[in-house]
């Protein structure tokens, strides 16, 4: 069965990268999430997408240039200003703790494409095996000579190298990098692309799919995961064609 896994959280209704959207996801019926990582000044871990805090909270500026502490009294509640209550970035710590004592699969990925966070790679990994989470996470990245530096350090997390564009053939090239699956852009991920993948013993993971058709199709593939800000929508929609 496809599996659903919440970009950014459930990032449709929720702020994206929050431990409220991560939650509600769960809630939702969401197999699994896709979060961000970032460094600070401080050399911290935290979940958030861009690497400046501008666009989803209320301060101005780069992580990296961000303490751990300071990031936390930003508000990140984004577009959500109806919300009560104040929400924080989170750090990846708070968020793998709490996934711990979940079901959920989590594939992290490590924005280091931009900045190159130096040991992002053995950050993450480090706190992944403290939680004894490896065999629940994905490691991705655009960053691709990132993602091997990871298997080549972690080779029992799995890897999958993040695709904007279609590359000929790709389940070969997840192969060569010893990666057992690959996250495209829906786009990129064509029925025939999908069906070749999964044939070769390669797992196709496609962002961010929102569209009804889309899922549809990639449900109807037996796609590996599609990656979605709707997973109540997405959950719907998989119960639909595939409730007797």
Not at 88 to 99: A, D, M, T
Not at 107 to 121: A, D, F, T, V
Not at 161 to 186: C, R
Request: aromatic residues 8%.
């Amino acid at each position: 069965m496809t599996l659903i896994l919440a970009h950014r959280g459930y990032a449709a209704e929720y702020p994206e990268n929050t431990m409220l959207a991560f939650k509600e996801a769960e809630k939702a019926g969401a197999d699994g999430l896709e979060l961000d990582v970032q460094m600070t000044r401080d050399g911290e871990l935290v979940v958030i997408h861009d690497e400046k805090v501008d666009r989803t909270t209320d301060g101005t500026g780069l992580v990296k240039d961000y303490t751990l502490g300071d990031l936390r009294k930003l508000d990140a509640r984004f577009k959500f200003k109806e919300l009560s209550r104040r929400e924080q970035i989170p750090s990846l710590e708070e968020v793998l703790e709490w996934l711990a004592g979940t079901r959920l699969v989590c594939n992290i990925e490590l924005k280091n494409s931009i900045i190159p966070y130096e040991g992002m790679e053995e950050k993450v990994i480090d706190m992944v095996r403290a939680y004894e989470l490896s065999d629940r996470i994905i490691i991705s990245s655009f960053n691709h000579y990132s993602i091997v530096q990871s298997y080549l350090l972690a080779p029992e997390i799995e890897i999958a190298p993040l695709l904007s564009e279609g590359l000929y053939m790709p389940w070969i090239y997840a192969q060569s990098i010893k990666a057992k699956g690959f996250h495209p852009h829906w786009r990129a991920a064509p029925d025939q692309i999908v069906t070749a993948s999964l044939e070769s013993g390669i797992e196709v993971r496609p962002y961010t799919v929102n569209k009804e058709s889309e899922l549809e199709r990639l449900f109807k593939v037996n796609c590996s995961a599609v990656i979605t800000d709707d997973p109540a929508k997405a959950k719907i929609i998989r119960e639909k064609l595939f409730t007797p």
